[in-house]
């Protein structure tokens, strides 16, 4: 059962423009929502996250945009550069299962020079 | 070094061979993790090791699957008689143990197995 669904599985942006990578969720007792990004040879590593009581976050040129009603969060990476080449996975965590995480598949991006 | 660190990078092995896969977490992180990166595929959860309590074995997929946790510290992965489907990164990850979950997993680098 796959609990976080994650689109698209792979991406191509030209630089300078903006990715977007959604997920959707369908437990409710989630309440914490990361990203993460892996670059190749390289474990995950938390770029961004937020938690339900917000509808946006944005740190730099990553964003998430939040829907609780829809169960949807997704990332956009604004003037996308060839070194935000990597796979980005979402997550969420729910409360009381301590600090484990449900991936969602995770999305290959590709940002052209 | 004050990263997560898992060994062997590495691992061929032959089928039906037992493999044992080490983690090293963060000096100080209660939480351990074992999770499996299949080529192109998502994260898929293991295992989960929480400071003294009983271990949440609930991803292991079979009972070739085991996973100890020494001293609240160093962890170790063994799969019992390899198949080539278990072949994968297999990703070790710590984290503290912070008041409101922050969810955030410090990752090794993984140990490649392939099972021939």
């Known amino acids: 059962q796959q609990q976080v669904k994650q689109s698209p599985q792979s991406l191509i942006v030209q630089k300078g423009g903006i990715s977007i990578i959604n997920c959707a969720y369908e437990?409710?007792?989630?309440?914490?929502f990361p990203w993460y990004q892996q670059f190749p040879g390289k474990g995950p590593a938390l770029l961004i996250a937020i938690r339900p009581d917000v509808s946006e976050k944005k740190e730099g040129r990553f964003t998430i945009s939040f829907n609780k009603s829809a169960k949807q969060f997704s990332l956009h990476i604004m003037d996308s550069q060839p070194g935000d080449s990597a796979t980005y996975f979402c997550?969420?965590?729910?409360?009381?299962?301590?600090?484990?995480?449900?991936f969602g598949g995770g999305t290959r991006l590709m940002v052209k020079p | 070094g004050a990263g997560v660190s898992q060994s062997p990078s590495n691992k061929v092995t032959e089928k039906g061979k037992d493999v044992e896969l080490r983690c090293d977490p963060i000096s100080g992180h209660t939480a351990l993790y074992w999770y499996r990166q299949s080529l192109g595929q998502g994260l898929e959860f293991l295992i989960y090791f929480q400071g003294n309590s009983a271990p949440d074995k609930s991803g292991l997929p079979s009972d070739r699957f085991s996973a100890e946790r020494t001293g609240g510290s160093v962890s170790t992965l063994t799969i019992q008689r390899t198949q080539q489907e278990d072949s994968a990164v297999y990703l070790c990850a710590s984290s503290a143990r912070l008041a409101g979950n922050t969810g955030e997993l410090f990752f090794g680098e993984g140990s490649r197995l392939t099972v021939l």
């Open positions: 997550a969420a965590n729910e409360n009381n299962a301590g600090n484990m995480l449900t």
């Open positions: 437990n409710t007792a989630f309440d914490y």
